[in-house]
């Protein structure tokens, strides 16, 4: 599986659902998109609003720090999602975050590192 990345805005407030034992926070990422021709950059008409999921401390930092209209940067993969039944079947892409960070081209943060369980034993720093 390739690994994506996009730019963009948060669309709204990042939004936490239960899936069972798991919260997964959902986010709609609106990407300005365009092309250069001849040489010059032509926006397209529409903005790409792309749908991610985040899981996990991940989930729980987003919360935490993103609201709407803040610039970000997402890196995950991308899967294929189906709802509905029968003639309303429909199909969308769901890009599953494996980091998400403020777009610091576009913004200033504050940066407050999360203590971190210890692994085998020793201490992380």
């Known amino acids: 599986m390739s690994t994506r990345t996009i730019t963009?805005?948060?669309a709204v407030d990042?939004?936490?659902v239960q899936a069972g034992r798991v919260q997964i926070v959902k986010l709609r990422v609106i990407e300005n998109t365009g092309e250069y021709r001849a040489g010059e950059w032509t926006p397209h008409e529409a903005p790409t609003t792309h749908f991610v999921e985040a899981k996990f401390e991940l989930g729980e930092h987003v919360l935490a720090s993103l609201?709407?209209?803040d610039a970000v940067i997402v890196?995950?993969?991308e899967r294929t999602v189906a709802w509905g039944e029968?003639?309303?079947r429909r199909h969308g892409r769901v890009l599953e975050a494996d980091?998400?960070?403020s777009d610091l081209s576009r913004a200033?943060?504050?940066v407050t590192r999360s203590p971190r369980?210890?692994?085998g034993g020793a201490a992380a720093e």
């Open 67 to 69: 609201h709407k209209g």
């Open 75 to 77: 890196v995950g993969h």
């Open 99 to 101: 980091a998400i960070g």
């Open 108 to 110: 200033t943060a504050v």
């Open 117 to 119: 369980a210890p692994r």
């Open 86 to 88: 029968g003639d309303d």
């Open 14 to 16: 990042p939004e936490a």
């Open 8 to 10: 963009g805005n948060l």
